[in-house]
């Protein structure tokens, strides 16, 4: 049996550590720490870092606060779990601040332009405090929130009528407000409107009236009152109120009311004007001589001009615009009905007018008549019809016509014609027409001359020509006839005219041998005249037709016939060769025979006919043409390239063209060819032959015998089946062909690709060519030869000589990409080539087949040393490889580049790994954006580049340089150097709220600015910063010489601060203003404290009434003299220094 005691016991809990901790005020702080295993509580001790106070609390929780610690103090805190078995370990020690106590004195008061002027007392230590404006009817998010180095601010934009929470906290070198110190203040009444406008609208007359905000306002009440007192009302909740159906004509005053908690009306200065009325009592008043019209009417208000118009019958416009009541129109067209209307074109502008009055209608004088002509009645020889076309505006015209006997003549119509009457022939009439509308009369217009029916010719006779198919006819002058038109009629019904300005004409192209009835007539290009008396015309015998030429060219005559028309006539046939001599032939028949033509002649032939009175004309010439000559001195001339026969001849008597014809012994032709000339070429005559050539005159009708001969030989026939063979060993060529057609002998030539030339001939069919050079590519041909020509070459056949040796041998290496370029001198005859690379380093061998004489191994590994050799082949042998050349690749890119760069300095240090082959020396290289280039050269594995540009990024890399090559450059390095110092520095300052606006000029290499404003002691007091080249500082202290830097912000660097400006702030506000009065003289003695930064000051008092008087001086009180009797006076005094004007 065993007894066994058990206790239970507890470790101490894990640590805890403190996860939060802020300072929340200036006298708690609020934490937060972990939990801890085990733990049952947490104890957290706050101890003075540099003071000697304590405090421990307990909490069960995970978080706690510390309350009633001193302000601005910092304390050393720490946490510890702790359960039963006692504490945890110490967590790590966190040190902690309090904020700064808040300042003490806030005050309030209130400025123009619904601003607050705050101030409160400095707190010892604070250089920044924060500002808190918050309306009490919008709590929860702050109206303004503003750091300031001073003790005093303005805020603007309050709203009147209302209560706000003005709250200011001490800020501390970390940039935390403390607590507040909060004030209530009461703003008072809103402003008036201001900037009133009106928008006015005369198309729908409606006015927008608009105004600006009015700070706090809610609603506006606007009223319009018209020059008669009656007045119009528009309420709004927004700055513009709409006013319809205005009156034209009127002149409005505008009131605004802006209504709050509290209202305030603006005063009834602002006045505008509605578009005029339509003007009224239009009056017209027309002078007919002239067509002049006036317009005028009554005067409307509001009016800057008037715009009248008239507008025609044909709705052309046309316009006056004029300042007066009345408007003269001097273009108006006659025979227009003019409608006239006006308006009023308003004086505020805006496009606006009164609109169109109603028109006033008048006539303008008719026009005057135009395009006046006289149709004769040529049925009546006793009247005319008078027209013209119709003249606008009339309504009746009115005709007079004077005859050159003086006769009289007249009619009217409302129409445009009208009908003289009673005239006699031949007359001529001038003629005048007037047109009225009742009103008007125009002045008489001149119409052309009217022509009467001319009187009919007497006394006609005709005469006959035997020379020729025409008659005259003759006759008597009759009155009023411009021409005489005749004519002819033949039994048929054919008619023939003739036309005449005197008493005689003649018909031409009248029939031969007939009978024509024959009168005349007068015109006068409108009329004509009765016919006159008719004769009777015979004409001349015609010419034989149907002449009829029968050629017989075996006899060498020809047969002229042609149709006998009537018999007892005498016919004459004349034939007439081109030199003139004629042959005649005369019968009572109808044929004639002509013989014994001569070769090569032209001849025309006619025939007559005689009826005993008159002969007739010759019949139309009819052309022949005898068989031309036969060619001579026939000569022929063989071209042996293409076997074509130049043939000549002399030339031949009526010859149109010549053909010339090859035949052989059996007289079968072969070739022939045509030529207008004396000469043709026989082409593609067989080769190999001997022919007979002749030539043919040829004619229209008959040829020309071809019996003159002459004899041709043509070129031997291209050989056949040519083929040559090649002895490597002697280099002799064997050549062998077939026998060509006409050839008593072959040549046999062998060129090569060079030029160079050797042959052989033979009479029978082989032959040998010995001493070909090597490496060449021969063209053999084989040419037939007789006693007069060789013959074509036969095809050409390729044979290739043994190949000559290669030479020149040479290797280059592209030292970028590791790429060896091999070349050579190819031995002729060589065809394809192989270059082969090995190394003893590099185990592979590397090699390039081309057909050239060149040829690229590329991604050789770097730092290797090659042997070289290329081996050529022919078309049956090669040449022998050797090995030639070696070649060392480029050195290997350096690796494990570094760059550090010092900020204060201008070098950069590098440094890298070596690279494998052959090295020389390392290049380092750095390059910025612009491509300015900086370098140093090393035989190590690093280097310093100097030299460095401020504000610049480089890209610097390392290169591996040989005695033949520079290697590739090695991945590249980006450095950007410290931005340059900005330059150019200037500062304006806003004296109202002591805010510098810094400008300076761009700095290279800057990606940032931050501008600062610090005190003699290097304090520093405000800054801003900005990404262009200017930012303001803001709630610059008052009454101090600060001087300001700028500092550019790089990406590793930033510059230096060194240029500087200086900027005066405004004078600070005085304090402890007093006043106090003698009641004898109304003298005011003020007395203040001095302002830090002033350097004189303004006192101004200003009555309740509004009165004005001040006072100024260097020290600290001012006497204020001639104040008004019973008046309070609102007393303000303001530091001045050269710069600015203070608070």
């Known amino acids: 049996m065993s007894c066994i005691n058990s206790m239970t016991a507890q470790t101490i809990p894990a640590t805890s550590q403190i996860t939060y901790s802020k300072a929340i005020s200036s006298t708690s702080i609020r934490?937060?720490?972990?939990?801890?295993?085990?733990?049952?509580?947490?104890?957290?001790?706050?101890?003075?870092?540099?003071?000697?106070?304590?405090?421990?609390?307990?909490?069960?929780?995970?978080?706690?606060?510390?309350?009633?610690?001193?302000?601005?103090?910092?304390?050393?805190?720490?946490?510890?779990?702790?359960?039963?078995?006692?504490?945890?370990?110490?967590?790590?020690?966190?040190?902690?601040?309090?904020?700064?106590?808040?300042?003490?004195?806030?005050?309030?008061?209130?400025?123009?332009?619904?601003?607050?002027?705050?101030?409160?007392?400095?707190?010892?230590?604070?250089?920044?405090?924060?500002?808190?404006?918050?309306?009490?009817?919008?709590?929860?998010?702050?109206?303004?929130?503003?750091?300031?180095?001073?003790?005093?601010?303005?805020?603007s934009n309050l709203e009147p009528c209302t209560t706000y929470t003005i709250g200011v906290a001490s800020i501390n070198m970390f940039l935390e407000p403390g607590e507040f110190t909060n004030v209530?203040?009461?703003?008072?009444?809103?402003?008036?409107?201001?900037?009133?406008?009106?928008?006015?609208?005369?198309?729908?007359?409606?006015?927008?009236?608009?105004?600006?905000?009015?700070?706090?306002?809610?609603?506006?009440?606007?009223?319009?009152?018209?020059?008669?007192?009656?007045?119009?009302?528009?309420?709004?909740?927004?700055?513009?109120?709409?006013?319809?159906?205005?009156?034209?004509?009127?002149?409005?005053?505008?009131?605004?009311?802006?209504?709050?908690?509290?209202?305030?009306?603006?005063?009834?200065?602002?006045?505008?004007?509605?578009?005029?009325?339509?003007?009224?009592?239009?009056?017209?008043?027309?002078?007919?001589?002239?067509?002049?019209?006036?317009?005028?009417?009554?005067?409307?208000?509001?009016?800057?001009?008037?715009?009248?118009?008239a507008v025609d019958s044909n709705q052309l416009v046309t316009e006056c615009l004029t300042v007066d009541t009345a408007c003269y129109f001097t273009d108006t067209v006659c025979g227009q009905t003019y409608s006239f209307y006006v308006r009023s074109i308003f004086s505020g502008g805006l496009d606006c007018n009164s609109g169109y009055t109603d028109g006033v209608v008048?006539?303008?004088?008719?026009?005057?008549?135009?395009?006046?002509?006289?149709?004769?009645?040529?049925?009546?020889?006793?009247?005319?019809?008078?027209?013209?076309?119709?003249?606008?505006?009339?309504?009746?015209?009115?005709?007079?016509?004077?005859?050159?006997?003086?006769?009289?003549?007249?009619?009217?119509?409302?129409?445009?014609?009208?009908?003289?009457?009673?005239?006699?022939c031949g007359e001529s009439l001038s003629v005048w027409i007037v047109a009225t509308n009742g009103d008007c009369t125009t002045d008489p217009v001149l119409g052309e001359v009217a022509e009467t029916v001319p009187c009919i010719p007497q006394n006609v006779s005709a005469v006959k020509t035997c020379s020729?198919?025409?008659?005259?006819?003759?006759?008597?002058?009759?009155?009023?006839?411009?021409?005489?038109?005749?004519?002819?009629?033949?039994?048929?019904?054919?008619?023939?005219?003739?036309?005449?300005?005197?008493?005689?004409?003649?018909?031409?192209?009248?029939?031969?041998?007939?009978?024509?009835?024959?009168?005349?007539?007068?015109?006068?290009?409108?009329?004509?005249?009765?016919?006159?008396?008719?004769?009777?015309?015979?004409?001349?015998?015609?010419?034989?037709?149907?002449?009829?030429?029968?050629?017989?060219?075996?006899?060498?005559h020809v047969i002229a016939s042609w149709q006998a028309l009537q018999n007892g006539s005498l016919y004459t046939a004349v034939l007439q060769d081109e030199h003139g001599p004629t042959v005649n032939c005369s019968t009572s028949s109808n044929n004639c025979t002509f013989t014994n033509l001569l070769c090569g002649m032209n001849y025309n032939i006619t025939v007559t006919r005689n009826d005993g009175q008159c002969r007739s004309l010759p019949s139309t010439p009819i052309q022949i043409q005898s068989a031309p000559c036969d060619p001579q001195n026939i000569t022929?001339?063989?071209?042996?390239?293409?076997?074509?026969?130049?043939?000549?001849?002399?030339?031949?008597?009526?010859a149109n063209g010549y053909t010339a014809m090859a035949t052989d012994r059996q007289q079968q032709r072969l070739a022939s060819c045509h030529s207008m000339g004396t000469s043709c070429q026989l082409t593609s005559l067989p080769c190999g032959m001997r022919l007979n050539v002749t030539v043919q005159a040829d004619g229209i009708t008959c040829n020309s015998s071809s019996q003159p001969k002459a004899v041709v030989e043509t070129a031997p026939c291209i050989p056949t089946n040519v083929s040559a063979t090649l002895n490597c060993t002697?280099?002799?060529?064997?050549?062998?062909?077939?026998?060509?057609?006409?050839?008593?002998?072959?040549?046999?030539?062998?060129?090569?690709?060079?030029?160079?030339?050797?042959?052989?001939?033979?009479?029978?069919?082989?032959?040998?060519?010995?001493?070909?050079?090597?490496?060449?590519?021969?063209?053999?041909?084989?040419?037939?030869?007789?006693?007069?020509?060789?013959?074509?070459?036969?095809?050409p056949v390729t044979l290739v000589s043994a190949p000559c040796h290669n030479t020149g041998i040479q290797a280059s290496l592209d030292c970028r990409t590791n790429s060896a370029h091999i070349s050579w001198t190819p031995g002729n005859g060589t065809l394809s080539f192989n270059a082969t690379l090995q190394s003893f380093q590099d185990p592979q061998k590397h090699s390039c087949f081309t057909n050239g004489s060149s040829c690229n191994i590329g991604s050789l590994p770097c730092g290797q040393h090659y042997n070289i050799s290329v081996t050529g082949y022919g078309q049956t042998c090669s040449t022998c490889s050797k090995t030639l050349v070696a070649l060392d690749t480029a050195p290997c890119v350096?690796?494990?580049?570094?760059?550090?760069?010092?900020?204060?300095?201008?070098?950069?240090?590098?440094?890298?790994?070596?690279?494998?082959?052959?090295?020389?020396?390392?290049?380092?290289?750095?390059?910025?954006?612009?491509?300015?280039?900086?370098?140093?050269?090393?035989?190590?594995?690093?280097?310093?580049?100097?030299?460095?540009?401020?504000?610049?990024?480089?890209?610097?890399?390392?290169?591996?340089?040989?005695?033949?090559?520079t290697g590739q450059r090695s991945e590249v390095r980006r450095i950007s150097t410290a931005p340059c110092d900005p330059q150019n520095i200037t500062t304006v300052l806003q004296c109202d709220t002591n805010t510098a606006n810094v400008t300076w000029a761009a700095s290279a290499g800057a990606n940032g600015y931050t501008a600062m404003a610090t005190d003699r002691q290097q304090?520093?007091?405000?800054?801003?910063?900005?990404?262009?080249?200017?930012?303001?500082?803001?709630?610059?202290?008052?009454?101090?010489?600060?001087?300001?830097?700028?500092?550019?912000?790089?990406?590793?660097?930033?510059?230096?601060?060194?240029?500087?400006?200086?900027?005066?702030?405004?004078?600070?506000?005085?304090?402890?203003?007093?006043?106090?009065?003698?009641?004898?003289?109304?003298?005011?003695?003020?007395?203040?404290?001095?302002?830090?930064?002033?350097t004189w000051y303004l006192v101004k008092a200003v009555s309740s009434q509004g009165y004005k008087t001040s006072c100024n001086n260097t020290v600290t009180n001012c006497d204020i003299p001639n104040l008004q009797c019973g008046q309070e006076y609102s007393i303000t005094v303001t530091g001045m220094n050269g710069v600015c004007m203070g608070p």
């Not at 008036?192 to 609603?219: N, P």
């Open 31 to 155: 934490f937060e720490w972990s939990s801890a295993q085990g733990a049952d509580k947490y104890i957290l001790v706050v101890n003075g870092t540099f003071h000697p106070e304590t405090q421990n609390l307990t909490f069960t929780t995970l978080s706690g606060q510390v309350d009633n610690l001193q302000e601005a103090t910092s304390y050393s805190c720490y946490v510890y779990s702790a359960n039963s078995a006692g504490l945890g370990s110490k967590s790590l020690v966190k040190t902690i601040r309090t904020l700064v106590q808040p300042p003490n004195n806030v005050a309030v008061r209130e400025l123009p332009q619904n601003m607050a002027h705050v101030t409160w007392n400095s707190v010892s230590g604070v250089v920044l405090y924060q500002v808190s404006v918050t309306a009490n009817n919008k709590p929860g998010f702050p109206l303004f929130l503003k750091n300031v180095t001073g003790t005093a601010v303005n805020i």
């Open 184 to 309: 209530t203040f009461l703003t008072s009444t809103i402003s008036t409107a201001s900037s009133i406008s009106v928008e006015y609208s005369c198309l729908t007359s409606t006015a927008v009236v608009s105004w600006d905000v009015v700070f706090g306002a809610t609603l506006y009440n606007t009223v319009i009152t018209d020059g008669q007192g009656r007045s119009f009302n528009c309420t709004s909740t927004d700055t513009t109120c709409q006013f319809l159906t205005l009156v034209c004509g009127e002149r409005y005053t505008v009131r605004i009311t802006a209504i709050a908690n509290c209202e305030s009306t603006s005063d009834g200065s602002y006045v505008f004007e509605t578009a005029p009325c339509s003007p009224k009592a239009l009056k017209l008043y027309r002078e007919c001589s002239t067509n002049v019209i006036l317009l005028s009417w009554d005067s409307t208000n509001n009016t800057a001009y008037y715009f009248a118009i």
């Open 362 to 424: 008048i006539k303008t004088s008719p026009c005057l008549p135009q395009n006046i002509y006289t149709i004769a009645n040529c049925d009546s020889i006793s009247s005319a019809v008078i027209t013209w076309h119709e003249a606008a505006g009339a309504e009746t015209y009115i005709v007079e016509a004077r005859g050159n006997r003086k006769d009289f003549y007249n009619c009217s119509s409302t129409n445009t014609s009208c009908t003289l009457t009673d005239l006699v």
């Open 468 to 556: 020729s198919e025409s008659a005259s006819l003759t006759w008597n002058n009759a009155n009023g006839a411009i021409l005489y038109i005749g004519t002819a009629t033949h039994i048929d019904g054919t008619v023939h005219t003739c036309a005449a300005m005197a008493a005689e004409c003649t018909f031409p192209n009248l029939r031969c041998g007939e009978t024509y009835d024959v009168k005349v007539k007068a015109t006068n290009l409108q009329c004509n005249s009765s016919e006159s008396q008719h004769v009777t015309l015979q004409t001349a015998p015609c010419a034989p037709v149907s002449v009829v030429v029968t050629r017989d060219c075996a006899a060498n």
């Open 636 to 654: 022929t001339v063989l071209q042996c390239d293409t076997n074509t026969a130049n043939v000549t001849w002399a030339a031949s008597a009526g």
């Open 730 to 795: 002697s280099n002799i060529a064997s050549i062998t062909w077939d026998s060509a057609l006409g050839a008593t002998w072959y040549l046999v030539k062998a060129v090569s690709s060079q030029g160079y030339k050797t042959s052989c001939n033979n009479t029978v069919t082989n032959c040998d060519i010995p001493n070909l050079q090597c490496g060449q590519e021969y063209s053999i041909t084989v040419t037939g030869m007789n006693g007069v020509c060789m013959g074509p070459a036969s095809q």
């Open 894 to 965: 350096p690796t494990k580049v570094n760059v550090s760069l010092s900020c204060g300095s201008d070098t950069a240090s590098v440094s890298w790994a070596a690279s494998s082959g052959l090295v020389s020396y390392y290049t380092v290289t750095a390059v910025d954006d612009n491509g300015h280039t900086l370098t140093c050269n090393s035989s190590s594995t690093s280097c310093d580049i100097s030299g460095l540009s401020c504000g610049q990024a480089y890209n610097v890399s390392v290169t591996a340089m040989s005695v033949d090559c």
């Open 1019 to 1094: 304090q520093r007091l405000a800054s801003c910063q900005s990404m262009g080249t200017s930012c303001q500082l803001t709630s610059l202290p008052c009454g101090m010489r600060l001087n300001l830097t700028v500092q550019a912000d790089g990406t590793t660097c930033n510059s230096s601060s060194q240029p500087k400006a200086e900027v005066e702030t405004a004078p600070c506000i005085p304090t402890n203003v007093s006043a106090t009065l003698n009641c004898t003289s109304n003298i005011a003695s003020i007395t203040w404290h001095s302002a830090l930064g002033a």
